[in-house]
């Protein structure tokens, strides 16, 4: 299929990661502008634009009570809430850029990766405990996930260690691949997600046996997504389109053809009918799983007035200002006021 313009054009820069929150009607994206944009998926809208970070956001997770997390390649964490403009916390300790955040499943911890090498844990439910760290890598970390029963936290690195930690202090377990480490996911099942720059999706179960090994063209990959019901694995790289991986066959069923290479992050709808990935173009886009098609019509798009212009050179510039600010006296409800009459 080929991707048509179904962008949400908001960012001045690659669009570095995105999630969708457990409301099922807003999706959040953070991009190297260093800024994060929170969306609703129905209009298309950029409900508000927020700023804590000193440059790109490199990671972004859901919390509970419509809450999420973000972790910058400045080392903070901020932690947002509600329809504040400042964050609820800000957590720092990383010595080095934050790669991939996790909340545990029972919402006791957040877990933040850095290129420090060490991995933090940080306490949700009680801020006053202490933090733990964890430095078992001896590279950048670039992947993190909990374990479904919330007993152990998976992680990968830049040196393709996969390593799975208990938090009750037993030790820890490892497998060493010929490749570094650029994600890495698990399914609701407990098996093992990871992205190589060898072009490999390599999946694993708890014990760290491989049992499947799913090969790519064109290179390194740089995205990973589970499906909500474990089914379907998507992956993207540096010249690698969206892949969708039957996770039963263990293999590719169909690619996405879209425009945005590299892409940068994957993250699948809370359905999982609908898939978004963003990349080097600066637009988050929206796919049909079961199609590989554009899902739905341009999510920044200020409307009919807007597209009965697309030659006019003001309305192609106006692309990149759509996702904020609306055209008509009522768009009020973006980020940015309406521009009517100006």
Known sequence: AQGGENGLRGHGGPVRAIIALPDAATMVSGGFDSAIIVWDIATGAARRVLRIHDSTVNA?????????????????????????????RLLEGHQGPIAALAVSPDGQWLASAS??????????QRPADPVRVVTEHAAPI????????????????????????????????????????????????GRIVATGADGRVRIFDLDLAVKTEIALPDGPLTAIAVSPDGRTIAAAGMRTPVTLIDVVSAQPKSRILGPGLPIWSLAFSRDGAGLF???????????????????????????DVLRARANDPGARVFRACAACHGITADDTGRAGPSLHGI
């Not at 999420?68 to 901020?78: L, P």
């Not at 290129?115 to 949700?124: K, Q």
């Open 277 to 303: 990935s963003g990349g080097a173009d600066r637009a988050v886009r929206r796919w049909d799983t079961a199609t590989g098609q554009p899902a739905g019509e341009a999510m920044s798009s200020p409307g």
């Open 60 to 88: 972004l997770v859901p919390l509970a009570d419509g809450c999420f997390a973000s972790g910058g390649e400045d080392a903070k964490i901020a932690i947002w809430c509600g329809d504040a403009p400042a964050p609820a």
């Open 115 to 124: 290129w420090d090498r060490t991995l933090r844990l940080w306490p949700l």
């Open 142 to 189: 670039n992947g993190l996930a909990f374990t479904p029963d919330a007993a152990a936290i998976v992680s990968g690195s830049y040196a393709g260690q996969i390593r799975v930690t208990p938090l009750n202090g037993a030790p820890a377990r490892q497998v060493q691949i010929a490749a570094a480490i650029n994600g890495l996911a698990l399914a609701p099942d």
